[in-house]
């Protein structure tokens, strides 16, 4: 019998490359911003309004929508969240 699938998994080399952390924050970062940018067209936010209703400023909810950004606070997420009408979860595996 043949082996279909030959050598490691992309995980496990970005783990032996010490980097499976990094790009994991990065694809939820994106991931994150993402859907709360959907979640504002949804219900027709603009920016200044998200950031009005979140409390903060427009630049914090920019640093949020920016993907490249992974400076963002679970404070600041839960806020976001909260004003779509959403919910975070976080689960640690």
Known sequence: MKRKNIG?????????EGLYEEVSATAIKRAVARQVEAAMEQKGLTKAEM??????SRAALDRLLDPDNDAVTLGTLRKAAAVVGREIRLELV
Request: cysteine-free.
């Open 8 to 16: 490691s998994t992309f995980d496990s080399w970005l783990r032996e």
């Open 51 to 56: 950031a009005r209703r979140m409390h903060t």
